[in-house]
Nanobody
Framework: QVQLVESGGGLVQPGDSLRLSCAASGRTSSDWVLGWFRQAPGKEREFVAAISWYSDSPWYGEPAKGRFTIARDLTKNTGYLQMNRLKPEDTAVYYC???????????????????WGQGTQVTVSS
């Protein structure tokens, strides 16, 4: 079991930056993938980024390319999503999720992930 707790969401203006955190606890001894997804009202959950926890390999979805950076701190067992140049269309609930590195399923599919945080709201508005 892996427990995930997100934090760092809030209300920001277009062009601002925000850093989301995802604190992980539980059985994290084997390699796993931390993913970030987001879901706006009336829309499907969307892949944002993922990182292989021990090999530190990142993947980015279209919303993140060029503006967001995923990272993790092994000493704090915490993952991060640094979001720059935020736009109103980035408004959504952001979730972090975990899956085993060797488990089946694509990292961009939310159904591949076994464990989820509660989500944190990000609102970009002037």
């Amino acid at each position: 079991q892996v427990q995930l707790v997100e934090s760092g969401g809030g209300l920001v203006q277009p062009g601002d930056s925000l850093r989301l955190s995802c604190a992980a606890s539980g059985r994290t001894s084997s390699d796993w993938v931390l993913g970030w997804f987001r879901q706006a009202p009336g829309k499907e959950r969307e892949f944002v980024a993922a990182i292989s926890w021990y090999s530190d390999s990142p993947w980015y979805g279209e919303p993140a390319k060029g503006r967001f950076t995923i990272a993790r701190d092994l000493t704090k067992n915490t993952g991060y999503l640094q979001m720059n140049r935020l736009k109103p269309e980035d408004t959504a609930v952001y979730y972090c999720a975990a899956k085993g590195a060797d488990s089946s399923g694509s990292i961009v599919q939310s159904t591949s992930y076994n464990f989820w945080g509660q989500g944190t709201q990000v609102t970009v508005s002037s």
